[in-house]
């Protein structure tokens, strides 16, 4: 046997295995096998290999199987995130992607680069539905989601602010909006999300660098909170969102925009505090937060070199009004800080430093005027009315603005005789105090003076006497108001004269006599009310002359002192009606809350229009 197998090279495998499969057949056991020589020997070999040939069959038969169903479990996870990504696109551009780049790797890259330069915070990317993940999504949608290696630093400036303002779209509810202005659009660049007219362009501006540099989106029915994101704008230089529905805080890092020099934030429904960061926005010129519903104090804007334009109205700032009061705004040439809670002293030295024209602090708690005011100011529109000043009146600070032309102190509480000196103001189109507590007596004889006056107004200030001829040499006045005083006499008939007359309120007096025909010849008047005197006469001359859309006079029943076809009210002393009664509570026309900018509008409660403005 030996021989045979070292000189054939073939063990006689299958004819032993044969032979064992035999012996197992007729039930041989293991006592019966070959225990030595050669024969035995090859049996055990021919065993063995057989078994391992066995084991090695089943374990490839397991791997295969492992294999395949690894690559199920991989092909399921991809599929499922495959369509994820596909909804997401879907709800970004409102139709399915054609782009077969988009995949999960993509949205990662987005989310994974945004963290990492630390634009926004983890937790609101990988949050569903924030304006930080529609912002994501959309960004993965471009064929370029990231920058990359080669990325120039202008071209990482630029999709930084793609990324910026698609998250402010998705945070403002942009689906909303009542022009869309193509924000969010993959098919237009940044700087087109906007719209040019003649002299201005709503939506996005931006430099030559393709950085952006303005952001004008007024009354757009924008709604939400500003994202704190907008402070990665480094290049702005107009925000303005005027007129809108943006809630919540001013964010911080707003303080970072180290290059704006315009922010328009009024009319809207912010809250908090101005932020302190507020002191670095050393470029700004223009801060309008009026119309919100703001507090605090103005300790992070008293620094600001070159503010020219402070509007902070109608909120509710509280601070104490003393010298150092916004002491370092050198630039300032108007500032409206009315209808806040402001107390202590009209702060004069900002009437210094030959820049500041327009000052209006109505509706707040100052209760003193300062006894000095700078030789240097060029204050042309003071606004103090509704405040509880008290105390003499500053007659010889307050006639050394030469160059006011705009003077309101109604509802004031000063006290001694309406001063004369105010007629040294030969500038003054505007005069109103009215509803003040001057000692009773006739109206300056000094005011034949102001030339210039466009209103005047002396209601309810305790005016006696007669109403002086003079008055009709006043050919600018559009309005007249002597509203509420104890004025004797007759109506002048030099009104006739005043050209320019479109408001003769002469209501509430002790005027007596016939109302002369010439008053009806003013040829602009279109509101006169004359009711609750001792007037007699007829106003049909006055009716038959346009434009007239108001007139009231004492015509009621059964007095019937004066004739008027035209009269909206008639008045009687013995039977007093409800419609009478509402025209007397009624002070719309005759009480005004002047705005700087335009002056004044009136506003006619029974018509529900504006009817003259100024």
Partial sequence: SASSISTSGEPPIVEERGEVASSREHGMGSGDLPLSGESGFMVVESENHSKRKKRIFILSIVGVFVILLIAVIVLAVMLGKDSSVSDSSKAINNAPSTDTDTP???????????????????????????PQDLAAQFMALDDNAVPHETSTTSEKFQWKDRYVMTLFYYAMGGENWRVSFDFANRNEETCDWGMSFVRFREGISCNKNGRVTQIILDQNQLKGNLPTEVGLLDSLQVLSAAGNSISGSIPNQIGTLFSIRFLHLFENELTGTIPKTFMFLQNLEDLSLEDNMLTGDLTSIKDMGRLKYLFLEGNGFSQHVDSTFLANLPSLQIIDLSENSFHGNVPAHLFSGGSLGVFDMHRNSLTSFPDVVPEDTTVRFLALQFNPLSGPFPASTISRLENLEHLDLTSTKFEGTMPEEIASLK?????????????????????????????LSLKHSSRTGMIPSWIGNLNGLVLLDLDSNELTGGVPREIGNMTELAFLFLHRNRLVGTVPEEVGMAKRLSYVFLDHNSLSGNLDVMCNTPPLKRVTSDCGSPSNEITCTCCRVCCDDNNVTAECTEHNQNDFLMMLDPNWSTRYDRYDPWSGRHVYVY
């Fill in 427 to 455: 500038k003054l189109d505007y005069l109103f105090l009215a509803d003040t507590s001057f000692t009773p007596g006739p109206i300056p004889d000094s005011f034949k003076n102001l030339t210039a006056l466009v209103d």
């Fill in 104 to 130: 999960l790797t993509k949205i990662d890259q987005v989310r994974g680069y945004v963290v990492s330069e630390k634009y926004s915070t983890s937790k609101d990317v990988y949050e569903e539905g924030t």
